[in-house]
């Protein structure tokens, strides 16, 4: 799940109407606790948001179905994945401008870095990330210059 990267924080949620608050609540928290840009925390709280809101067109109904989101730092980069019970692979829509849906995977692409998808053992896994400069980092390194 979380490879070669540093697990921030983990949630399993319902396939519910409330999840995509709960991820997006959570995405937020994570990037203040760790002291990021405001800009990153909105682009990934939006993005994190739309991705559990796939969750609940695609996995609606289906027994025991729920989301886990997981946060996490790879290097440079804030993670987000959001894993679901449906094997089927999203693709980017270009949906008419009188369609009120369609647009969610191309908003996730143009506000982050990175984004992309693969399969799990239960479903699939769809994630982006943000590059980033981790201030906490640099806040330890001249603490412990003066110690």
């Known amino acids: 799940m979380c490879r070669d990267g540093i697990q921030l924080a983990k949630v399993r949620l319902p396939v519910s109407a409330t999840s995509p608050r709960a991820a997006r609540d959570l995405v937020g928290i994570m990037a203040a606790q760790w002291g990021l840009p405001d800009e990153l925390a909105f682009a990934a709280r939006l993005a994190v948001c739309e991705l559990v809101t796939n969750t609940l067109l695609h996995c609606a109904g289906m027994p025991g179905s729920t989301v886990f989101v997981i946060v996490s730092r790879h290097g440079a980069m804030f993670r987000v994945e959001v894993h679901d019970g449906s094997g089927g692979s999203p693709r980017i829509r270009h949906p008419r401008?009188?369609?009120?849906?369609?647009?969610?995977?191309?908003?996730v692409s143009e506000m982050t870095d990175e984004c992309g998808h693969h399969p799990t053992a239960f479903g699939k896994a769809v994630w982006f990330a943000i590059k980033t400069h981790w201030p906490l980092d640099h806040s330890a390194r001249q603490s412990g210059a003066h110690s």
């Open 97 to 107: 401008d009188t369609e009120e849906t369609g647009r969610g995977l191309m908003l």
